[in-house]
């Protein structure tokens, strides 16, 4: 079974430049979520999508940040435009929700994401 | 609402010993599931060991046990007969009852595992 894949694996953009992630969950995982994880600490939530509705995006800075799923399937992280403090890695990982508690979440390699 | 502590930022352990991560956490749902998570130095984060919390013995996976006390809430790692290979980042973290399919990290704790 194929794990969650992301691209690009690495990405480096000057300040004010537009960038975007891309997302492929498991296949049959319902549950997307995209994380930002900054160096030393742990993945925070940047939004949950349950199929292809954003049911928690709380902490997405919706001024420069934007997200889609179109289909309920592949999901796309956008910033436009990036600052330095958006250097981090990007996150996406998936989950199925059938089976509660014990679903686990499953991670993609990340976007190391480098604004200069 | 949820919380997750590791007050461990670094740890170091001999290879071939036996180490424990601690972690505790903070909830007020009734049922939760507790996590395990690796991320090396390549970023990928790699799922270990869950502990559901109505679970009566501790998990296991390989090395890998979960040492789960309810009444402490703590469920720290324990990683036996230590490899060069499990040096990295350990992440706690855990899941509601209540809150649907929101995980919850703790900061992390590095490993290093000495030759």
């Known amino acids: 079974e194929a794990g969650v894949v992301q691209s690009p694996r690495y990405k480096i953009i000057e300040k004010k430049q537009p960038v975007a992630f891309w997302c492929n969950p498991i296949s049959g995982h319902n549950t997307l979520y995209w994380y930002l994880q900054n160096l030393g600490q742990g993945p925070e939530l940047l939004i949950r999508y349950e199929n292809e509705e954003a049911v928690d995006d709380s902490q997405l800075p919706k001024d420069r940040f934007s997200a889609e799923r179109l289909k309920g399937v592949d999901s796309t992280l956008k910033i436009q435009p990036a600052e330095l403090g958006d250097s981090a890695v990007y996150l996406c990982a998936s989950s199925s929700a059938a089976g509660g508690l014990t679903d686990t979440q499953y991670f993609g390699p990340g976007t190391r994401l480098t604004v200069l | 609402a949820q919380k997750i502590t590791q007050t461990q930022p670094g740890m170091f352990v001999q290879e071939k010993e036996a180490v424990t991560l601690d972690c505790t956490y903070d909830t007020s749902d009734p049922s939760y599931g507790l996590f395990w998570y690796k991320q090396p130095s390549s970023g990928e984060m790699i799922f270990l060991i869950y502990q559901g919390s109505y679970d009566q013995q501790n998990a296991t996976e390989g090395r890998y046990s979960l040492n789960f006390q309810k009444a402490r809430k703590s469920a720290n790692l324990v990683i036996s007969a230590s490899q060069l290979g499990d040096s990295a980042m350990y992440f706690c973290?855990?899941?509601?009852?209540?809150?649907?399919?929101?995980?919850?990290f703790g900061t992390g704790t590095s490993l290093t595992v000495i030759p």
């Open positions: 973290a855990m899941r509601g009852i209540h809150t649907g399919n929101q995980f919850y």
